[in-house]
């Protein structure tokens, strides 16, 4: 997925420069819209090849030749209202602060987001413009997550699971708060050689974007799903339940909600800038708290279950 990035964005950059060959009179963004198009079909029927070869040369053949795996029955997936969600959060400390960890991402990454969106159209108003810039980001934030993840597994063995699990609210919290700062300065001083300090906070922002995206993908992913690791069977499924039913869509609707009544109240996102700035450290803030909390609970829990493992080592050969 991420070497896709890489060539997609690299593609798209391309197909957004070739307005510098066409014939005065011919919509360059036009011409940009079909080559996108037209590589989506390309991928989408390459898919669709592949997926129908496979059926057909190693999926079928194996089954008629009884060589495919039993069919297991499938699993029930829990499925918890709002409200049994909630109750299980409330009663459950561990799960809760898993939940504020997912909750925090999402809505960090949303204050943040849209603000930067908002400064790369006021810097590139042209489409063509905006969408090489994309490309490129695209690419950057393939290439950051790649070796992000080569080196995500040296943090957790070396560092261990809290270590990790505060690299991304750390990323997030520090280069939040400088795009913020850059927005609220706006100062012609801190261009450092670009054209405006619109065009600084862009880039502020974009790195920001990819630092924060490719330590989720590559340390706070695993992070989460290593923290269901030592819960029984029932708080495990129970867990992801009310976590896909609250969590998730919290983070992802909460910072929208923040922005429009933020909005609404000061009149314009820039005026809001400030007010945002302040929330996104109140919300990292929170995210560490939950972060060291969950890492106590969990280092104790994998040592009980060392313990039990221990013990039960130890009572075998005597028995024998």
């Known amino acids: 997925a991420n070497v896709a990035l890489i060539f997609s964005g690299q593609y798209v950059k391309w197909v957004s420069q070739l307005r510098t060959r ?5 919509d360059p963004w036009e011409i940009s819209l079909k080559y996108l198009m037209g590589a989506v079909v390309a991928s989408g029927g390459l898919l669709m090849a592949t997926f129908n070869h496979m059926q057909r040369k190693v999926v079928n053949p ?29 009663s459950s400390k561990y799960i809760r602060n898993l939940a504020v960890l997912v909750v925090s991402y999402g809505m960090c990454i949303n204050l943040v987001e849209v603000s930067w969106k908002a400064k790369i159209k006021q810097s590139f108003p042209n489409p063509n413009d905006y969408s090489a810039f994309m490309g490129n980001f695209s690419s950057a934030m393939g290439s950051v997550t790649l070796i992000m993840m080569l080196i995500g597994r040296t943090i957790f063995q070396k560092f261990g699971w809290r270590t990790a699990a505060l690299i991304t609210p ?15 300065v706006n100062s012609s001083t801190l261009t450092l050689g670009l054209s405006s300090p619109v065009m600084l906070a862009v880039i502020v922002g974009a790195v920001q974007n990819i630092l924060s995206k490719s330590s989720k993908y590559s340390l706070f992913d695993p992070c989460k799903e290593m923290a269901y690791i030592p819960l029984d069977q029932e708080s495990k499924t129970k867990g ?3 976590i896909d039913v609250v969590g998730n869509p919290l983070g992802k609707s909460g910072g929208a909600m923040i922005q429009q009544i933020l909005i609404f109240a ?19 803030f929170n995210w560490f708290r939950a972060a060291n909390s969950l890492a106590d609970q969990f280092d104790e829990a994998m040592k009980q279950d060392d313990t039990e493992e221990g013990s039960e080592g130890g009572i075998q050969p005597a028995a024998a």
């Open 170 to 184: 750390s990323m997030i919290g520090v280069t939040g708060l400088l795009f913020f700062l850059l927005n609220i």
């Open 240 to 242: 992801k339940a009310a």
């Open 62 to 90: 194996m089954k008629a030749k009884g060589k495919a795996l039993a069919a297991k029955p499938k699993k029930k997936k829990v499925k918890m209202t709002l409200r049994e969600s909630a109750n299980f959060l409330m």
């Open 22 to 26: 066409l014939l005065p009179g011919v």
């Open 266 to 284: 000061v009149g314009s996102l820039g005026a809001a800038t400030p007010y945002l700035a302040v929330i996104l450290c109140f919300i990292v």
